[in-house]
């Protein structure tokens, strides 16, 4: 029976709106009309990266980076007003408060670095405090460019030193123990003063209050990441502390994955003894960002690594938020916000590893200890340790002690 003719029209008319469709699929594919009215979208241009006050970097052979460590008494001279700018600003929340704000003199450098140069080899002819002034604001742009990729070393060591706080020969001595090792061991150094973080913090009273200055060393070690892109690890020390065993490798000893595994103290209680939440049983060595060590009640941030890739560097970013400096229950600083970062935070948790103190570690001890406790005491130092830190005791005087007692001491190989 044939079809009626209004069938056809209808059929055809279907066959026409599916060519209209096709068409207009293929017009969109080729021309794309919604784009050619849309705002394009392009990747953001960022700004390439630079030290915390200026735009600048001079780049060093050198894998010892630290300070003229000799213009630490024309540094006390100048004090703090001659080595920042100062402006007063009004407090947003107190109106009738004014605070003092801090700012690199490397704000008023010339855009043109060559210039800035030449202005500033002028002044040291000139002035032996000028030139501790310029060597001093100009140390942050200090980074390391190897002559060549192999000379990279894998382990920088970082350490903030306190003009204001110790002497001279104390200084250069802690400074010279941190490049005696690095240079046995083919390894970085990064030094920086500890005043030079005052814009950071943008108070002068960090610099007596022993818990407020403890945050510099967040600060130290992320400029040491800038400083060497490419190294694996940095093992920040503090000040108060010594290397003591120069012939320890601490890739070998400690970070390698094996020996990483076997000293991880699993399950162990974040806030010691008897805190509820614990390191994962089931860490895996190569996952670890973070090395710690813990006291009897706490864990300690004199002495801790921490692996140089986006995750590492990120949660020193977080550590070292502002959110946490300001807050004002954390009565051990940084040692406290860790805590509650790993306690409340289980991806970095997930990342952290808690080794026996003595590894990285070992803490001073004022009585004498019988060597047959040396298999049983996991905190105290004893002769062939890596390294020593007093950072407990109570003036610059008894550290100075200390340091001199250290270094004259024979050095033997670390346990393993």
């Known amino acids: 029976m044939p079809a009626p003719a209004s069938f056809s029209r209808i059929r055809s008319s279907k066959g026409n709106a599916w060519i209209l469709v096709l068409l207009g699929l293929f017009l969109f594919w080729v021309f794309d009309p919604i784009s050619l009215f849309a705002p394009r979208f392009t990747s953001p241009d960022y700004p390439s990266p630079h030290p915390f006050g200026s735009l600048h970097t001079i780049g060093s052979t050198s894998k010892y980076l630290y300070p003229p460590i000799e213009d630490a008494p024309l540094l006390r001279e100048l004090g703090l007003s001659k080595l920042f700018k100062e402006t007063r600003v009004r407090d947003a929340n107190v109106p009738e408060v004014e605070n003092t704000v801090f700012?690199?003199?490397?704000?008023?450098?010339?855009?043109?670095?060559?210039?800035?140069?030449?202005?500033?080899?002028?002044?040291?002819?000139?002035?032996?405090?000028?030139?501790?002034?310029?060597?001093?604001?100009?140390?942050?742009?200090?980074v390391y460019r190897p002559k060549s990729k192999a000379d990279y070393p894998k382990v920088v060591i970082v350490?903030?030193?306190?003009?204001?706080?110790?002497?001279?020969?104390?200084?250069?001595?802690?400074?010279?123990?941190?490049?005696?090792?690095?240079?046995?061991?083919?390894?970085?150094?990064?030094?920086?003063?500890?005043?030079?973080?005052?814009?950071?913090?943008?108070?002068?009273?960090?610099?007596?209050?022993?818990?407020?200055?403890?945050?510099?060393?967040?600060?130290?070690?992320?400029?040491?990441?800038?400083?060497?892109?490419e190294a694996e690890w940095f093992w920040y020390l503090d000040q108060d502390g010594l290397i003591a065993n120069e012939k320890v490798n601490l890739i070998d000893y400690l970070l390698n994955r094996d020996d990483l595994s076997s000293s991880a103290i699993r399950e162990q209680?974040?806030?010691?003894?008897?805190?509820?939440?614990?390191?994962?049983?089931?860490?895996?060595?190569?996952?670890?960002?973070?090395?710690?060590?813990?006291?009897?009640t706490k864990i300690e941030t004199n002495s801790f690594i921490v692996k140089n890739d986006v995750i590492g560097r990120g949660i020193i970013d977080i550590w070292s938020d502002k959110l946490f400096l300001n807050y004002n229950n954390f009565p051990h600083g940084p040692d406290s916000?860790?805590?509650?970062?790993?306690?409340?935070?289980?991806?970095?948790?997930?990342?952290?590893?808690?080794?026996?103190?003595?590894?990285?570690?070992?803490?001073?001890?004022?009585?004498k200890l019988p060597e047959?406790?040396?298999?049983?005491?996991?905190?105290?130092?004893?002769?062939?340790?890596?390294?020593?830190?007093?950072?407990?005791?109570?003036?610059?005087?008894?550290?100075?002690?200390?340091?001199?007692?250290?270094?004259?001491r024979d050095k033997k190989a670390a346990p393993k």
């Open 103 to 142: 700012h690199s003199l490397n704000v008023d450098d010339d855009p043109d670095p060559v210039k800035q140069k030449a202005k500033e080899d002028t002044q040291n002819l000139i002035s032996a405090h000028d030139r501790a002034k310029n060597a001093f604001k100009n140390q942050e742009k200090v």
């Open 159 to 229: 350490t903030a030193v306190d003009f204001q706080m110790y002497g001279l020969d104390y200084l250069a001595k802690v400074v010279q123990n941190r490049v005696n090792y690095a240079h046995a061991q083919n390894y970085g150094v990064y030094v920086r003063w500890y005043q030079e973080f005052v814009p950071i913090l943008n108070s002068k009273q960090f610099l007596t209050a022993k818990e407020r200055a403890k945050w510099v060393r967040l600060y130290c070690l992320r400029a040491a990441m800038f400083a060497f892109p």
């Open 269 to 296: 209680p974040v806030i010691p003894p008897y805190g509820l939440i614990k390191t994962y049983k089931t860490l895996q060595p190569e996952n670890v960002r973070l090395v710690f060590t813990q006291s009897e």
């Open 337 to 367: 916000a860790i805590t509650h970062i790993l306690q409340w935070h289980p991806f970095v948790l997930s990342k952290t590893v808690i080794v026996p103190a003595r590894m990285i570690n070992s803490l001073h001890s004022e009585e």
């Open 372 to 408: 047959n406790a040396k298999g049983s005491d996991y905190i105290h130092y004893f002769t062939g340790d890596l390294a020593v830190q007093w950072s407990s005791v109570g003036s610059p005087e008894e550290s100075a002690k200390l340091l001199k007692e250290y270094t004259s």
